[in-house]
């Protein structure tokens, strides 16, 4: 059942919810920072910039300098029953601005910093010297079995599994938006439909979600 990104009908909701979404942040319009899964928006700190783009129709955000500076927070509310297979997907469709290298596109972390629900790798890495300047369509999957990575609707690459970065190993759920160390300072993208599921993904799925199929 193929979708396209940006509808917001029952219909949809009620899709994306039977496929374990547990977040979806559209950014679909200026001041846009509501999950429409639980309904509840993210805390901005009022740190880092951000500004909607109507060409792109997409969200640019700026984060500040310091990994201890949040742009934004969320509390999601979940527990360890929340991830009953004690894995999960992310997906995102952006654009990078920062393009230096040593930078790193990790923008999204949970618990203790974990930045397991960051989408944001290309052949195996996040610098952002890696990316293009096109708009692309980013998932990442990770389970005790091994993670993916997976880039305009293929597969981009398999790596071991990352105990770490295991839901059961976060040390908490809520979200920060937020520099990674020293890498991350002040780093800008522009993103939308970012959206975490608690399972693993097929490719068949990722690409219905992301309008391949």
Known sequence: MPKREHIESDQYLAWLKSLGCILWLPFASA????????????????????????????????????????????????????????????????????????????AFKVGNNVPAINPFIYNGTSNFSSFDDNINKYAYSLSSSGRGSYFNGTLNGTFAAHS??????????????????????????????????????????????????
Request: aromatic share 16%; glycine share 8%.
């Open 31 to 106: 001041g846009d920072f509501k999950d429409r899964i639980s309904g509840n928006s993210l805390t901005l700190t009022g740190l880092g910039e951000y500004s909607f783009d109507t060409g792109l129709d997409m969200m640019r955000i700026k984060l500040p300098k310091q990994s201890n500076q949040n742009f934004a927070t969320f509390s999601t509310g979940w527990t360890s029953s929340t991830f009953p297979n004690n894995s999960h997907t992310t997906l995102a469709t952006a654009k990078r601005i920062t393009t230096a290298n040593g930078t790193y596109w990790i």
């Open 164 to 213: 770490p970065y295991l839901p059961s190993n976060w040390g908490g759920y809520n979200i920060k938006i937020s520099p990674y160390d020293t890498y991350g300072q002040y780093v800008e993208f522009y993103i939308r439909d970012y959206m975490i599921f608690n399972k693993v993904l097929s490719l068949s799925e990722i690409r219905q979600i992301q309008g391949y199929e």
